[in-house]
């Protein structure tokens, strides 16, 4: 069963923005904190960016001021703003619930060229 799907990535230059979005199950979704993740080649996954049911967010210090993360309960979809990007933030980009993680989606590909 497929329970998150990740969209929105792309090629992009270095300074440019992309939005990424989410959609998960209504079931996990507003109960749930959700959380950003991303894989770069070579690299262990790490969070990125996460925002609690109530709306309380947290971020990575590689990520601050340049990305925003934003839900709408009424979607059931988590985004990602990214802006400034930089060619070190090339990676696979993936949606989970933080606290109990869910199977892991196909994730959206995130490519910065300088």
């Known amino acids: 069963q497929v329970q998150l799907v990740e969209s929105g990535g792309g090629l992009v230059q270095a300074g440019g923005s992309l939005r990424l979005s989410c959609a998960a199950s209504?079931?996990?979704?507003?109960?749930?904190?959700m959380g950003w993740y991303r894989q770069a080649p070579g690299k262990q996954r790490e969070l990125v960016a996460s925002i609690t049911s109530s709306g309380s967010t947290s971020y990575g210090d590689s990520v601050k001021g340049r990305f925003t993360i934003s839900r709408d309960n009424a979607k059931n979809t988590v985004y990602l703003q990214m802006n400034s990007l930089k060619p070190e933030d090339t990676a696979v980009y993936y949606c989970n619930r933080v606290g109990s993680r869910l199977n892991w989606g196909q994730g959206t590909q995130v490519t910065v060229s300088s």
């Open positions: 209504r079931s996990i979704f507003s109960i749930s904190a």
